[in-house]
C-alpha cells in the first residue's frame, strides 16, 4: 500500500463567518477548560451524568465534549445526554464522534443536543472570555510516514477524501478567530503519540496526521480528543501544541473523569 507525508490540502477558498462570542474576557483572566470525550450515553443510562455536570458548575468555566457523546447515535440516548445537560450551568462546545453516526441519524442528534444548549462546532468558532474554540469530528487514516495516501481504489481514495474535508472545515474555524488563546476540540486524534497504548493495527482508524498539520499552521493553545479509549493523556504536535486525551477511561491530573485545563 502507498503512504505519503506530504500536506494533505490547501487553504480552503470559503470565506469564514466571525465566530459567535458568548462573553467577553477581563483582562489577564484564566479560563477553567473542562473537556470530556466518548460519554457514550445509552438508552437506560438518563441521569448518569446529572452529577458530573453539577460538579462541573463549581470547577470549570466551560466544557467541551470530545464525540462519542452517544453510544450508537440513537434518538433516546441523545434526549437521555441532553437532559443531563440541561444541569450544567457553564457553556459547552462539542463534536460529534463515529459512534454518534451508527444509526445514520447524526443531525437528529446534534439538533437534540443543540435544543439542550450544546454548541456543535464545525465550520463555525465559538468564544468564551477570550478563548477560541474550533473543533470537527476529524477522520483515520495513521501518522507520520504511515499516513495512509490516496492512491488506488476509489474507497481508499474515499476514506483519504474523508480527512481532508474534516480538515478543510477546521482550517475554516480557525481562520474565523481572533483570539490570543485558541481551543481545538477533535474526535480523531492528530498524533500517534496519544493514541500509544492501544493495539498498533488500528492506529490508522484511531487518527490522522493531517488534522495535526492543519493545527500547526495556526498558533493553538491545546488541543483535545477522544476516541482512543486505551492511548496516553499527554503529548505534542510536531510544532510543540500540547494534545490531550480526553476519553472517559483515560487516567487525567487528580484522577478526575474530565481534563481540567487552566487557559
Known sequence: MKTETRRAAPKPAAQPQAAAN????????????????????KEDAGGYYKDLFLELNDTADILCLAGDLTDFGKTREAENLAEDLRHLK????????????????????????????????GENAHVHKGVGFAGVKGFGGG???RMLGAFGEPAVKAFVQETIEECHKL??????????????????????????????????????SRLAETIDRFDITAVVHGHAHRGTYKGKTPKGVPVFNVAAGIAKEEGRTYALLEI
Not at 22 to 41: C, F, I, K, S, Y
Not at 198 to 208: D, H, K, M, N, S
Request: with cysteine; net charge negative; hydrophobic share 40%.
Open 90 to 121: 457553564i457553556p459547552a462546545v462539542g463534536v460529534l464522534g463515529n459512534h454518534d453516526y451508527e444509526c445514520g441519524q447524526p443531525e437528529e442528534v446534534t439538533r437534540i443536543l443543540r435544543q439542550a444548549g450544546l454548541c456543535m462546532l
Open 143 to 145: 501518522f507520520g510516514r
Open 171 to 208: 482550517e475554516i474555524a480557525l481562520r474565523s478567530l481572533r483570539t490570543e488563546k485558541k481551543i481545538v476540540v477533535l474526535h480523531y486524534s492528530p498524533i500517534e503519540e496519544t493514541v500509544v497504548g492501544e493495539p498498533e493495527q488500528i492506529y490508522a482508524y484511531l487518527g490522522c
Open 22 to 41: 458568548d462573553e467577553p474576557a477581563q483582562q489577564n483572566e484564566t479560563v477553567r477548560v473542562a473537556a470530556l470525550g466518548d460519554l457514550h450515553m
